[in-house]
């Protein structure tokens, strides 16, 4: 999948599963998606989740992202109506990034 599916992805999780007018995941699922599972109270269907904003710091509690091998995450921040996807980055610099994208956004 490259980056421009990704944040497609992504967008239909920010409008909340809503595309083109159309609901093509259920409300019901996204709320879901976003509540802790039981094994682990960071994660959710498959999502990670940034209630305590421990994962992403720069980010607000209702940001969720998926990440997969090699640094690969989509991350859907609400708050910023933002979706941003970054491939082969170390996990160690997203945090950063996001900074600077919420700082560019809020100026």
């Known amino acids: 999948i490259g980056a421009r ?5 992504g967008q239909l999780i920010l409008r909340r599963g809503v595309w083109r007018g159309r609901q093509l995941l259920s409300e019901v699922w996204i709320e879901a998606m976003a509540t802790p599972c039981a094994i682990n109270p960071e994660y959710g269907y498959l999502w990670w989740l940034n209630t305590d904003r421990a994962r992403y710091p ?4 209702r940001a969720v992202a998926a990440v997969g091998a090699g640094g690969n995450t989509i991350l859907v921040e609400p708050e910023h109506d933002l979706v941003l996807v970054a491939r082969w980055l170390d996990g160690a610099a997203f945090n950063p990034l996001l900074e600077r994208t919420i700082a560019a956004i809020d100026a």
Do not use: R
Request: glycine residues 0%; charged residues 10%.
């Open 58 to 61: 720069a980010a607000s509690a």
């Open 5 to 9: 599916d990704q944040a497609l992805l």
